[in-house]
């Protein structure tokens, strides 16, 4: 349900970010030890956003500390 209704979040703002001319949208994802979670969440993110033919990049802050 979570990713439901974030998936229609970053549909409609995305819309509305490119039609203003906007260069980049960062988006943010934590979970208590950065290393679970976070990590799922941003991957799966990151591959439905790649439909949208926008340019993205997926850092993952604390993968070193496994």
């Known amino acids: 349900m979570f990713f439901k209704h974030l998936l ?29 979670r976070s990590v799922f969440s941003a991957e799966w993110l990151a591959k ?4 949208h033919k926008f340019p993205i990049q997926v850092k993952h802050r604390d993968m070193h500390k496994i």
């Not at 970010?17 to 979970?31: P, V, W």
């Not at 439905?48 to 439909?51: I, R, S, Y």
């Open 8 to 36: 229609q979040l970053l549909n409609f703002l995305l819309v509305r970010y490119k039609a203003e001319g906007k260069s980049y949208l960062t988006i943010a994802i934590g979970c208590t030890g950065g290393q679970h």
């Open 48 to 51: 439905l956003l790649q439909g």
